[in-house]
């Protein structure tokens, strides 16, 4: 059967593209999660059946997941040094953006001594974007923290904010000639959930109230960055990618879990986004889930159709999301995450059929709708879950070399932006 696809409705100007972080992907990295990873690695595989034998890909992934080299990022995917294979292959995917991090650790190793031969790498690494005609949207943070501003106490404590500032001024002085947007904060809801309210990832300091500081914090941090890089560049767009889920009551009719939804929505999703209203550019709109919640706070989905992490998907959640965000914020939408863990590459296709669906929706509903990127370009490590889980449009085999592979789903979703952008 022949596709028919209104292929008119994304603007001229649209950026589809795919989204890194540099600790999942670069190798040799020496942070906060390095040192994480080497003392839970054994921890991590001991616990592996009991945290994850829920999921029905356990059988399939058990051994990796077992395993502790899975729980250590170590060589990366070698994105450091194979950069410019990586961005070929973006090319090749008819991709004309590029999401990354820059590696605070790396840029600062030890506190206020600068490594300028990590900034001629970034440079280097921005030109040859450019040099492909591909946009450069630089993340400043994607979680990870040299490890003296760990000791310091992190995001933990107010008067820590100094240093991260300093290090925007240096990326700003440096770094930002040929960068036109700018990410500060990698979902901060997520980092807070899991690093400080459910104390599982580094610093596992578990303590709501740690939590909520960590995030006025980081709510300080991104004002402070938003400040430094326009005063730097006042032209240059600014914002922030929160994890935004589409919260839903499991039944609408119910007075209960239409309560929680509007708490949760309120919570989740809007809270940093309605701090942060007067120093954002843009929103950055990370989606994955969306989840149903009943009157008493618990989440209740559909049992299918689940990813490899067992995340329940529906991809067309998108929609109501971006609807959401919009009408509060009237600020221009970049997706600046979507995706999903699928190693056998079943679900990717129609996952990015629905999420155009979906963006075409809310792009004629008048949605500033300026963007895609997909997560990931290429596996990479899933922080705490390892190397098992496969999110990228490129598969890559760590034990051969590092081969690239370019997945079914990518090869059909390169065809479609051809046709979309003749
Ligand atoms: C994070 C990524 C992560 C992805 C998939 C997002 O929340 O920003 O770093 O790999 O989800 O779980």
Same mark, same amino acid.
Do not use: C
């Given at each position: 059967?022949?596709? *028919?696809?209104?292929?008119?409705?994304?603007?001229?100007?649209?950026?589809?593209?795919?989204?890194?972080?540099?600790?999942?992907?670069?190798?040799?990295?020496?942070?906060?999660?390095?040192?994480?990873?080497?003392?839970?690695?054994?921890?991590?595989?001991?616990?592996?059946?009991?945290?994850?034998?829920?999921?029905?890909?356990?059988?399939?992934?058990?051994?990796?997941?077992?395993?502790?080299?899975?729980?250590?990022?170590?060589?990366?995917?070698?994105?450091?040094?194979?950069?410019?294979?990586?961005?070929?292959?973006? %090319?090749?995917?008819?991709?004309?953006?590029?999401?990354?991090?820059?590696?605070?650790?790396?840029? *600062?190793?030890? *506190?206020?001594?600068?490594?300028?031969? *990590?900034?001629?790498?970034?440079?280097?690494?921005?030109?040859? &974007?450019?040099?492909?005609?591909?946009?450069?949207?630089?993340?400043?943070?994607?979680?990870?923290?040299?490890?003296?501003?760990?000791?310091?106490?992190?995001?933990?404590?107010?008067?820590?904010?100094?240093?991260?500032?300093?290090?925007?001024?240096?990326?700003?002085?440096?770094?930002?000639?040929?960068?036109?947007?700018?990410?500060?904060?990698?979902?901060?809801?997520?980092?807070?959930?899991?690093?400080?309210?459910?104390?599982?990832?580094?610093?596992?300091?578990?303590?709501?109230?740690?939590?909520?500081?960590?995030?006025?914090?980081?709510?300080?941090?991104?004002?402070?960055?938003?400040? #430094? &890089?326009?005063?730097?560049?006042?032209?240059?767009?600014?914002?922030?990618?929160?994890?935004?889920?589409?919260?839903?009551?499991?039944?609408?009719?119910?007075?209960?879990?239409?309560?929680?939804?509007?708490?949760?929505?309120?919570?989740?999703?809007?809270?940093?986004?309605?701090?942060?209203?007067?120093?954002?550019?843009?929103?950055?709109?990370?989606?994955?889930?969306?989840?149903?919640?009943?009157?008493?706070?618990?989440? &209740?989905?559909?049992?299918?159709?689940?990813?490899?992490?067992?995340?329940?998907?529906?991809?067309?959640?998108?929609?109501?999301?971006?609807?959401?965000?919009?009408?509060?914020?009237?600020?221009?939408?970049?997706?600046?995450?979507?995706?999903?863990?699928?190693?056998?590459?079943?679900?990717?296709?129609?996952?990015?059929?629905?999420?155009? #669906?979906?963006?075409?929706?809310?792009?004629?509903?008048?949605?500033?709708?300026?963007?895609? &990127?997909?997560?990931?370009?290429?596996?990479?490590?899933?922080?705490?879950?390892?190397?098992?889980?496969?999110?990228?449009?490129?598969?890559?085999?760590?034990?051969?070399?590092? %081969?690239?592979?370019?997945?079914?789903?990518?090869?059909?979703?390169?065809?479609?932006?051809?046709?979309?952008?003749?």
């Amino acid at each position: 059967m022949k596709e *028919e696809k209104n292929t008119d409705i994304f603007p001229k100007h649209f950026f589809w593209g795919a989204s890194t972080a540099s600790h999942q992907v670069e190798g040799n990295n020496e942070n906060n999660w390095t040192v994480w990873e080497l003392e839970h690695a054994h921890e991590l595989a001991r616990t592996a059946h009991r945290r994850l034998s829920w999921m029905p890909t356990w059988n399939k992934v058990k051994d990796r997941a077992e395993e502790p080299q899975n729980y250590i990022s170590g060589a990366g995917v070698d994105h450091y040094n194979r950069y410019e294979e990586d961005f070929d292959i973006l %090319k090749q995917l008819n991709l004309n953006a590029f999401r990354f991090s820059i590696e605070w650790s790396r840029i *600062e190793p030890s *506190e206020g001594k600068w490594n300028e031969e *990590e900034f001629a790498h970034y440079k280097s690494y921005i030109l040859a &974007l450019r040099d492909r005609k591909i946009e450069p949207f630089m993340n400043l943070w994607h979680w990870t923290v040299p490890k003296w501003f760990a000791d310091k106490g992190g995001f933990e404590k107010k008067e820590n904010i100094k240093y991260f500032e300093r290090y925007v001024k240096k990326v700003s002085e440096k770094l930002i000639d040929d960068v036109e947007y700018v990410i500060t904060l990698n979902e901060p809801n997520i980092y807070t959930t899991f690093s400080y309210f459910l104390g599982e990832w580094p610093p596992q300091h578990k303590s709501p109230f740690l939590a909520y500081k960590v995030y006025k914090n980081l709510i300080r941090a991104h004002k402070a960055s938003y400040d #430094v &890089l326009k005063a730097a560049k006042p032209r240059i767009q600014v914002g922030a990618a929160p994890n935004l889920v589409n919260i839903q009551a499991k039944r609408p009719h119910s007075f209960f879990d239409e309560m929680t939804t509007q708490v949760m929505r309120t919570s989740w999703n809007w809270w940093f986004l309605k701090k942060i209203k007067k120093h954002q550019d843009f929103i950055g709109l990370n989606y994955y889930f969306t989840d149903y919640y009943t009157g008493i706070g618990k989440r &209740l989905n559909p049992k299918i159709p689940v990813n490899d992490v067992g995340f329940y998907m529906e991809p067309e959640g998108i929609y109501p999301i971006m609807l959401r965000t919009w009408s509060r914020f009237k600020k221009p939408i970049f997706i600046s995450e979507n995706g999903l863990a699928d190693e056998n590459d079943q679900f990717r296709r129609w996952w990015l059929e629905e999420t155009m #669906v979906a963006m075409e929706r809310a792009l004629s509903e008048g949605v500033d709708l300026r963007g895609y &990127l997909h997560w990931s370009l290429l596996d990479n490590f899933e922080w705490s879950s390892g190397w098992w889980p496969k999110f990228g449009l490129v598969a890559i085999d760590r034990e051969n070399g590092m %081969k690239r592979t370019i997945r079914p789903s990518a090869k059909w979703f390169a065809g479609v932006l051809k046709d979309i952008q003749k």
